[in-house]
């Protein structure tokens, strides 16, 4: 059974707070998962990182170091109010599986 599709809460909730914290891009924002037990692919985790920019909660801009472009998302203040309350419920659900509250 593939569980894919219950974590895919958690794997937008994970780069939110990354990039609450600094600028982050898809390949560095790969990596990080994978050291979480994510394997994402690059045409699974794109697609994520531009629907958190459609919802407005992350913004974009593409950053050029010679040769190379990359697109650094940051969050933005709605992507902070909605981690902010993700934070509370995320809490409340791990009092209730973990510690069977």
């Known amino acids: 059974m593939d569980n894919r599709d219950l974590y895919s809460g958690m794997i937008r909730l994970h780069i939110l707070h990354h990039a609450e914290h600094e600028?982050?891009?898809?390949?560095?924002?790969?990596?990080?998962l994978a050291r979480h037990g994510y394997k994402i692919s690059p045409g699974t985790l794109y697609p994520i990182?531009?629907?958190?920019?459609?919802?407005?909660?992350?913004?974009?801009?593409?950053?050029r170091s010679g040769r190379t472009a990359r697109r650094l998302y940051k969050?933005?203040?709605?992507?902070?109010?909605?981690?902010?309350?993700?934070?509370?419920?995320?809490?409340?659900?791990?009092?209730?599986?973990?510690?069977?509250k």
Not at 23 to 32: K, N, Q, R, Y
Not at 49 to 63: I, P, Q, V
């Open 75 to 100: 969050i933005t203040a709605s992507g902070r109010r909605a981690l902010k309350t993700a934070k509370l419920r995320v809490r409340e659900l791990f009092g209730e599986l973990i510690e069977g």
């Open 49 to 63: 990182l531009h629907g958190l920019e459609k919802r407005g909660y992350l913004k974009s801009k593409e950053e």
């Open 23 to 32: 600028a982050i891009f898809g390949a560095g924002m790969a990596e990080e």
